[in-house]
């Protein structure tokens, strides 16, 4: 009887796992009607197929093949590994958290992993200094998307101060600058400037600063609590209207940033880490829903209850809950569609270069003689070998992929047709915030930024600031395969020289002028080039050091980003081309 009923068991399991698969992988047969289902079925079915291997960290959870698992909890752990193979149809590795020390392995805990399930309280006071360090080692290395931080801690709203107040770009020095220039900034507009005292207003106000963060679609009302206690405070003269206050805020902050989209919402960021001895290299940013939900460096941060609270989450819940508030953010459609493509090509890297791999060897080692003779006849010039194959696997994926949809892309009318506010028709010049979204979404299309690049030498398309000027830029534009072998141009290397540009203009011309977008800094700039090339003499050929002459100067640069091949080239093309002009001059 008891084998009939395990077997029973069994067949229920099997019967539910083949109902899941059939609704949640549904969008994938050519046959089925996307139009049948909504956007919220096919975005869960797009995580529940992204998200494919998770780890969870806590310091009480035995984890698997635990020899000593007293004082653990077992029960809880098990229930989650198994709902997340059931219900997410993800594999769980669960760790055991002992010291920073025992248990971070990055080398295993950050390979092919999609979501962290990670303990707030991970030390034995109930501290969360252990879970700042793994989160801020996950955020950097940017390879898992998806957090979800469990706690137990009675209010929420103490995590997600602790999570703005480490993961802000200001610290107590900053604080302590902002403060000052806040004295100076007031004193002309207010009745008793000698009373105003700007570091106690921000500590005074720190809870009301942080509720303008957290509650994005409530600021509105806040906005009118905030410049109230200003106009109190700091006794500002009747006939100021809140703008002026406004204004002499963000007067204010020109002594820390030199652009922003709100100005309180900077100010209340800095009044939240005034007790932050280090500015995070991330900039932690609400996202627009319920839940506790932020972004940090690209990943969706969520933090929940555990189930000991009224409203925790039961482990067997945990993936549905989790799927269900990353689709219900109102602006996740970039989020979702991310995820789709990644997780598309990350099944299509496991198919190309097989054909590679069945390659003749005799063939194939042929070929490589010619990449000896590059070098000088003495060894295989390995770099060119490796470019020449990673970018013919790249060609054949994208070759694979080009007629292959994502199904969240079919809901783009749909997205567009719920935005609260739809881009205009025709760009203007006062669309400024627009503007500077569009340069930052033109720097992210057209540049590439290689951290800790393994060969420091110069590349086509290399992009460099002077820092002595910040008006002038320079773009490497020899041809590649100099690049690799600089000394068959005896190391004299082409340039273009540029200058900073207005964005709107830059906008206007994007695909006609010979422009270029990128960050510095993280503030989107635009740069018109000057399409007449020079050569440089480069003694020391590394970009973290490099110095070029130019006019008769020495001039050292700083590296700011890659420009992509096809955008390189194309101003390539137009420089080398201005050499050849021919005129004349004739009676006419």
């Not at 011309?509 to 018109?528: H, M, Q, W, Y």
């Not at 000057?530 to 008769?552: E, H, M, V």
Request: one cysteine or more; proline letters at 4%.
């Amino acid at each position: 009887m008891k084998r009939v009923l395990t077997r029973l068991m069994e067949l229920v399991l099997f019967l539910k796992k083949k109902i899941l698969n059939k609704f949640y992988f549904m969008a994938n047969d050519k046959s089925t009607n996307i139009a049948e289902f909504s956007f919220s079925d096919v975005a869960i079915d797009v995580i529940r197929n992204s998200i494919r291997s998770a780890i969870c960290i806590d310091d009480k959870y035995a984890s698997a093949y635990e020899e000593d698992t007293s004082n653990l909890i077992v029960d809880e752990p098990r229930i989650l590994h198994k709902s997340f193979r059931e219900v997410g149809l993800c594999d769980l590795d669960i760790y055991r958290f002992t010291t920073y020390e025992a248990t971070w392995n990055p080398s295993v805990m950050l390979s092919n992993k999609d979501l962290l399930i990670l303990d707030w309280e991970l030390d034995a006071d109930g501290n969360f200094d252990n879970a700042i360090k793994i989160l801020t080692k996950v955020i950097e290395s940017k390879k898992i998307p998806f957090v979800l931080v469990y706690t137990s801690t009675p209010d929420l709203h103490s995590v997600s101060k602790a999570l703005i107040r480490e993961f802000s770009p200001y610290d107590r020095e900053v604080f302590n600058i902002i403060s000052e220039s806040l004295k100076v900034n007031f004193t002309p507009i207010s009745d008793d400037p000698e009373a105003i005292e700007a570091d106690l207003f921000l500590e005074e106000n720190t809870e009301l600063f942080y509720e303008y963060v957290f509650n994005w679609n409530k600021r509105d009302e806040f906005v009118t609590n905030i410049l109230a206690n200003f106009r109190d405070k700091f006794s500002i003269k009747g006939q100021i209207r809140e703008s002026g206050i406004r204004t002499k805020v963000s007067a204010s902050l020109k002594a820390i940033i030199t652009q922003h989209n709100d100005e309180l919402l900077e100010l209340a960021m800095m009044s939240i880490a005034q007790e932050s001895e280090t500015k995070s290299a991330f900039r932690i940013e609400r996202i627009s829903m319920a839940q506790h939900a932020f972004r940090l460096n690209g990943a969706i941060v969520l933090v929940y209850h555990k189930q000991d609270k009224e409203d925790g989450i039961k482990p067997e819940d945990l993936f549905k809950v989790f799927a269900e508030a990353v689709v219900s953010n109102p602006h996740n459609y970039l989020n979702i569609l991310s995820l789709e493509l990644k997780d598309r090509l990350r099944e299509s890297f496991s198919k190309i270069g097989t054909q590679f791999s069945k390659t003749d060897e005799q063939a194939f080692f042929f070929h490589l003689e010619n990449y000896r003779t590059l070098n000088n006849g003495e060894d295989y010039d390995l770099r060119s070998i490796y470019d020449f194959i990673l970018k013919s696997w790249i060609g054949e994926l994208h070759q694979q992929k080009i007629n292959e949809q994502p199904r969240i892309l079919q809901f783009a009318n749909h997205r567009f047709g719920t935005l609260t506010s739809p881009p205009p028709k025709e760009l203007a010049a006062n669309n400024t915030i627009l503007v500077k979204e569009l340069v930052r979404y033109c720097a992210y299309v057209s540049t590439t930024k290689v951290i800790n690049r393994s060969d420091p030498s110069l590349r086509f398309g290399d992009l460099f600031l002077n820092p002595a000027n910040s008006n002038e830029y320079f773009l490497c534009i020899t041809p590649s395969c100099d690049c690799l072998h600089p000394e068959k141009i005896n190391n004299n290397f082409y340039f273009v020289k540029g200058a900073n540009s207005n964005d709107f203009q830059a906008i206007q011309e994007a695909e006609t002028g010979f422009l270029s977008f990128v960050l510095r800094d993280n503030e989107p700039k635009c740069i018109r080039w000057q399409c007449k090339p020079f050569t440089s003499y480069i003694t020391a050929n590394d970009i973290k050091q490099l110095r070029i002459n130019y006019c008769g100067s020495e001039i050292p640069l700083q590296h700011l980003i890659i420009l992509k091949e096809n955008y390189t080239q194309r101003i390539a093309n137009e420089s080398f081309g201005y050499g050849h002009r021919v005129g004349v001059d004739l009676p006419h």
